[in-house]
Antibody, heavy 119, light 107 residues
Framework: QVQLQESGPGLVKPSQTLSLTCTVS??????????WSWIRQHPVKGLEWLGS???????YYNQSLKSRISISVDSSKNYFSLRLSSLTVADTAVYFC???????????WGQGTLVTVSS | DIQMTQSPSTLSASVGDRVTITCRAS??????LAWYQQKPGKAPKLLIY???SLESGVPSRFSSIESGTEFTLTISSLQPDDFATYYC?????????FGQGTKVEMK
């Protein structure tokens, strides 16, 4: 059974950088052939795909976030991470990590973690 | 980016009702469409993939059809566990995008 678990700070100040980690169990990030993704959900704007990292390390980002986003993998610990810089209050959302395939949508999700951007 | 437009945004229904939700893509997405169900405080749950394929373990009362750029999710007989918000999502091309959601509430 594949399980994903997000972890990170619940409160971050404007202009700072958010760092979230998604720990995966029941599957190997670097050998399974899947994409590992970050998605967020705003109270009003709905669900937004942020970016994905392929098992080989190639990354795909939502260009709406421009150069603020970075996703990386720690294969030794089987987790992947999100870094989002220059935060504003508009980045306040529930952040989910999830798994998908090249021809298959998000089948496993973490439970989500609320991140509030506030001074 | 491909825009996904769902309707209605809210739907009031009773147990046993037949419910339909529509999702329209701004361009052809070649059946690369998924439907999710989300309950408060939970992650979305995959119901349908490839426009009409039922995810394992999902009850057969859920179905979906495709007609060009329009997709329709049907719940044949609404059950108490089905009151939730439903989202469509295209995975034809990055950035993957979601519809704004349809909340199915009790009448």
């Amino acid at each position: 059974q594949v399980q994903l678990q997000e972890s990170g700070p619940g409160l971050v100040k404007p202009s700072q950088t958010l760092s979230l980690t998604c720990t995966v169990s029941g599957d190997s990030i670097t050998s399974s052939g899947y994409f590992w993704s970050w998605i967020r959900q705003h109270p009003v704007k709905g669900l937004e795909w942020l970016g994905s990292i392929y098992y080989n390390g190639r990354t795909y980002y939502n260009q709406s976030l421009k150069s603020r986003i970075s996703i990386s993998v720690d294969s030794s610990k089987n987790y992947f991470s999100l870094r989002l810089s220059s935060l504003t209050v508009a980045d306040t959302a529930v952040y989910f990590c999830a798994r998908h395939d090249t021809s298959y949508p998000f089948d496993y999700w973490g439970q989500g973690t609320l991140v509030t951007v506030s001074s | 980016d491909i825009q996904m437009t769902q309707s209605p945004s809210t739907l009031s229904a009773s147990v046993g009702d037949r419910v339909t939700i529509t999702c329209r893509a701004s361009q052809i997405i070649s059946s690369w469409l998924a439907w999710y169900q989300q309950k408060p405080g939970k992650a979305p749950k995959l119901l349908i993939y490839r426009a009409s394929s039922l995810e394992s373990g999902v009850p057969s009362r859920f179905s979906s059809i495709e007609s060009g750029t329009e997709f329709t999710l049907t719940i044949s007989s609404l059950q108490p566990d089905d009151f939730a918000t439903y989202y469509c999502q295209q995975y034809d091309s990055f950035p993957w995008t979601f519809g704004q959601g349809t909340k199915v509430e009790m009448k």
